[in-house]
């Protein structure tokens, strides 16, 4: 039986070909027919709660730009941005974290963390939260705090402080240890090898059409009424 033998092939060959064929080959040398549009990528979670229902603290005003605008434009974004790298089709904390590392993709890093922190922000607030965590987190908080007391006072100066746009979290560290660390425009403590349990927006546009300049009463309103600890609990695992 006679076997074809299979010529060797070069990149030029590959776009002559793919372009006659009527596909179109991507960064990476993936192939999908032109046109086409790519199955989005990423889907933006729906609000977890009415937009409304962060009132008086986040008004609905606020929340209306803030994800209608900006989460969903965050999202819109990576996956233009996405499609047309070898990271398409993988899961968006991978997407944003290999892009980290890499200059020539750092619009889709800043869109695809963004994205990812933005869900992490909106999960962690919920209307009536507030209070004291329980069980396995509150020891947790004990330990590395020496109090919930604390714990808040450090989270609301990092949020505070955070020098222009940006995020203050509340992480764990390698050894379980909970810190708090702040982050500047769109980067993730993910890239740090911190696990994130909690976040706050600091970014103007979380805050501004409600609180103005007052930043500090935004945080300490959305620490005192908002912050959803069963969330940070389900994190901490
Ligand atoms: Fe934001």
């Known amino acids: 039986m006679s076997v074809p033998c299979t010529p060797s092939i070069s990149r030029r060959d590959v776009l ?8 179109m080959v991507m960064a990476g040398g993936l192939i999908r027919p032109a046109g086409a549009q790519a199955a989005a990528a990423f889907a933006a979670p729906p609000l977890p709660y009415a937009e409304n229902a962060l009132e008086p603290v986040i008004s609905a005003r606020t929340v209306s730009f803030h994800y209608g605008k900006h989460t969903l434009s965050y999202f819109e974004n990576a996956n233009k941005m996405v499609a047309e790298t070898p990271l398409a089709g993988q899961p968006l904390e991978k997407v944003f974290l290999e892009a980290a590392k890499d ?10 963390a963004q994205a990812w922190n933005h869900v992490f922000y909106w999960e962690g607030l919920k209307p009536n939260g507030g209070g004291a965590p329980s069980g396995k987190l509150a020891k947790a908080i004990e330990t590395s705090f020496g109090g919930l007391e604390a714990c808040q006072k450090v989270l609301s100066e990092a949020a505070v402080t955070q020098f222009g746009s940006g995020w203050a979290w509340l992480v764990a560290g390698p050894e379980g240890k909970l810190q708090v660390v702040k982050t500047g425009n769109a980067d993730n403590p993910l890239q740090e090898g911190l696990k994130p349990l909690w976040v706050i927006d600091v970014w103007e546009h979380a805050y501004y059409l409600d609180y103005q300049n007052k930043r500090a009463d935004y945080v300490k309103a959305v620490l005192e009424k908002l912050i959803n600890w069963d969330f940070v609990a389900k994190n901490l695992g």
């Open 103 to 112: 200059p020539k993709l750092v619009g889709l890093f800043r869109n695809a």
């Open 16 to 23: 002559r070909l793919a372009a006659g064929a009527g596909l």
